[in-house]
């Protein structure tokens, strides 16, 4: 090598040497803590690395990926594009006491989430008692009649749930969003840990790490639980939208994992308000469906009738307690951004309880206050479109300009009840791989919960990364990427 | 025969749970894979041993055997080597290019994902990702046997991969039918083309030049060498005929094909309920596969060899239609949706 270091890095710091995080929590350099020994040493380890072997590493990923086809598939004009998440080398680490706390804190809010559900489609205690706006919930445009009075097996309506996390300036956990229709991820979980230890096995060598291998037999089981009563050997199935749909390689590796047929709504047929598939040997039933398809697809007699991906019949099959429905219908009123706000209250009211997992501060502009407030403080809020997801349609008052302040204003004005504000949260980092080096980027992470007679937590979750320099929206269609998430067992 | 070891008697009841459409896809992504093969044999061949009359490379004949012309003149003047490689390999819009197949084979593959093993996708993703990627000017004709060597190994690899990697369930079944389904009907089509030779009045058999196509079919079948061990002294074509469709020891000829079809059917009849639905399927295989057996080569020559090989390839297509029948059924409610797509 003929070019000479312009300056001397502190040997000892690697590729953390020009690393510098005053402001934010960082998962790995910068705990405001004394870091447990395992952390101490993954950062001593990942220290000695060049570089250069991190590039080649991450170039060995994306190939990987590619060939293993851990992918989505964009479809355009005949063509079909494979496209991988971006995989960052550098693992987001969670130690055993912050995994406990969100293990129970997610435990919390998903039997929170479920008594509401049946109570809206019940009793309605909780609109009686006045805790939520009654049109909050019934005039949502996730309410689902079909529904109301309806039992489901073990009362649970949401059995996948994926519950997004992000910490503050200290450290705080903190729940941004539930997800408790068909939340998405949970492959890469797995896949990055197969991948993380297939390319950095001198980095994860001897650290006790959680295992993620768990997740098709916890799912498949918990599935199994909640089948129809009276089934001795209940058949489940994972219904998918097919092979155009971005996340078909998820659906692929879940219904691998359960050991169970994939299965699109052409494959299934509704006789006498049973459920079957076709199969080369005749029709078999089907008594517990996984289903990756949004509630309007499921059925074009119940709902879109110009549905080509559903299955005529299923919710009068699901009505008279012939199938279960994983997630069960109408759950989106329970990760409904605005009904966000209320879970607090929400928690309290069904479980008498505290909430474990914080919740963002949110002001609903629906309400004349929550309006006034947000506002009066646009430049410091970022301010959120209740029913988009994926991280569409927001405004992020600090960043934006006068003309793009103005312009929200109306918007805002204009309908206020479809808007939510909340203060702008300085959302922790984690060192990620970049073009200029190993740079502070910000993170989240989805831990998955699956519920049959009870709630378990995959350790760890997906961990989301936002790329771009300063971004804190961590969506991978706006240029996010993930890592693997480690949860340290001591 | 070792390609069908798997005995359902050990297996556990409630596998004949196979998806029609994994049955479906399984079956064509063998196909498609079989296909391939046989189509870079016969590229690889022609341009190193069949000549024309004239001496040239019979480039036509290829098309012949693929019944391919009106689509290939369609969209070609000529039929010279680089057009007709071309039309192939890297012409998506001809149905039976290789990079069409590929794309076929590969969302087969895709829908059946669930099934085959992760070794099996990744190298079908890997090779048909490079097989689209092909451009015209990716082929170089002074290396055609190097294109096709490759497209024959990648193919090799896969069934390869799937014969050491693939849980013998129905999905196996399925494609091993599929498999030599293809395998038959390209070997009655690589026959076929060579027939016009046979018939009374045409250059003395014998000749030369007539020795060495008999040579290169048997070339494009990987059988030369096989044939020269049963057949050491003389090569007419009646024997080479002779071999390619009704010696059992070699794996590519008909009556060897036709027999590892029946046998995948016998597997998949004797599970369950399955047994009513393959009966029709398997009466036509015993048919089939008798009047090869009764005849000589020599009958069948004299009786019409080409008449003979489009019997087949009807029986063949039979076969498939039959299969489709019993285990993917168009019912009544997919008419509707197919006939609303189509409005």
Known sequence: MNDAP????DQTAGVFAAYDVPDFFCELMNR????????????????RFSLADLRHRTNAAETQLYRLGITFTVYSDKEAIDRVLPFDVIPRIITAAEWTHIERGVQQRVQAINLFLHDIYHDRAILRDGIIPADLVLKNPNYCEAMVGLDVPGGVYVHINGTDLIRDQSGRFLILEDNARTPSGVSYVIENRHMMLRLMPDLAAGLPLRSVEDYGLKLHQSLREVSPKGVLDPQVVLLSPGIYNSAYFEHVFLAREMGVPLVEGKDLVVENHRVFMRTVAGLRPVHAIYRRLNDEFLDPLAFNPDSMLGVPGLVEAYRRGNVTIANALGTGVADDKAVYAYMPRIIRYYLDEEPILASVETHICAEPNGLAYTLANMDKLVIKPVGESGGYGLLIGPHATQAELAEFRH?????????????????SVSPTLCPQGVEARHVDLRPFAVTGRSTWVLPGGLSRVALRKGSLVVNSSQGGGSKDTWVLAS | MTEISANFSSMQPGLNTLLSRYGESMMWLARYMERIENLARLLEVTESFVRGPDGQPGWDTILQINSDEECFYARHQSVTETDVVTFYVTEKENPNSIKAMAHAARENARAVRPLISTEMWTQLNVFTGWVLKLQPSDIRLDSLYDLCNRLKQECQSHFGITEGTLYRDQAWLFYLLGKYLERGDQTTRLIDIRYHTLLPGHEPVGSDIDLTQWASILRSAAAYHAFRRQQPVTTTPANVVGFLLKNDAFPRSLSTSLRLVDNALSMLAGHGSMRRLCAPIQERMAELRATLADQTVEDIIIRGLHEYMQWIQIQISQVQQETACAFWPVT???????AQSQQ
């Open chain 1, 32 to 47: 405001k803590e004394i870091a447990p020994p395992t952390l101490q040493n993954v950062r001593d380890r990942l220290a």
């Open chain 1, 411 to 427: 918007k805002l004005q204009d309908n206020p009840g479809n808007y939510i504000s909340q203060p702008v949260i300085n959302l």
């Open chain 2, 332 to 338: 009544p409610h997919d008419s509707i949706m197919h």
């Open chain 1, 6 to 9: 312009r300056h001397t890095p």
